[in-house]
């Protein structure tokens, strides 16, 4: 169990400029998720993967972001024409079993994106 | 909507005291988990302790235990004996447990100090 890993770990971008950042989760995790953590606050929840169908997606997922995951193992998330409002980082998480029993989901260390 | 509050920002205790972090929820949901999580710094966040809503009796793992208040939407974090290894944010965060449901909300966060 290598745990989740996100890549890369920091990422400074100009403004206007498209990123991506890349999710492995947890090798037997059929659900995967990503998450957006600005300074100040708790995590938010952006979108929800079962293995490749994209199952939820947040108001905040705006039509500059999208999220794939096209064989149900990692997945990516792309910001296009990047604003300075997007800086924070992004948490990606795994888990096997349903948040909604109680299952805790397992999180990476997270993708930091500064826009200057 | 389900909201979570949380309103000490920073707490500090001294090593080997105990320490309590406050967490207030809102929700019209009957069944449901509440967790808290610990973020230590550039480290992924891990599940401490969780609780499930129709269960009265309080959740206990080790050196944390909770104090759930349901009719209050109060679900506090106790850490007895607190070591350097516990400073870290940690958040409260709710579930609803409703089938298909795989969304997490988060607090904004305790940043708790230990001081030597």
């Known amino acids: 169990d290598t745990g989740v890993s996100q890549d890369p770990r920091h990422k400074i971008t100009k403004r206007g400029q498209n990123v991506t950042f890349r999710c492995d989760p947890i090798?037997?995790?059929?659900?995967l998720y990503w998450y957006r953590q600005t300074l100040g606050q708790g995590p938010e929840f952006l979108t929800y993967f079962q293995n490749e169908a994209q199952l939820e997606k947040s108001r905040l997922l705006s039509d500059r972001f999208s999220a794939e995951r096209p064989k149900g193992s990692f997945s990516t998330l792309e910001i296009q024409r990047t604003e300075q409002g997007d800086s924070a980082m992004y948490l990606c998480a795994s888990s096997f079993l349903p948040v909604s029993s109680g299952n805790t989901i397992y999180f990476g260390e997270g993708s930091w994106l500064t826009v200057v | 909507a389900q909201t979570v509050t949380q309103s000490q920002p920073e707490m500090s205790v001294q090593e080997a005291e105990t320490v309590t972090l406050s967490c207030t929820y809102d929700t019209s949901e009957s069944d449901y988990y509440l967790f808290w999580y610990k973020q230590p710094p550039s480290r992924q966040m891990i599940l401490v302790i969780r609780?499930?809503?129709?269960?009265?009796q309080n959740a206990t793992e080790n050196r944390f235990s909770v104090n759930f208040q349901k009719a209050a939407k109060s679900f506090s974090l106790k850490i007895s004996d607190s070591q350097l290894g516990d400073a870290a944010m940690y958040f409260c965060?709710?579930?609803?447990?409703?089938?298909?449901?795989?969304?997490?909300?988060f607090g904004t966060g305790t940043r708790l100090t230990i001081i030597p």
């Open positions: 090798s037997e995790h059929n659900r």
């Open positions: 609780q499930e809503a129709y269960k009265q």
């Open positions: 965060a709710y579930t609803k447990s409703d089938f298909g449901n795989e969304k997490l909300t």
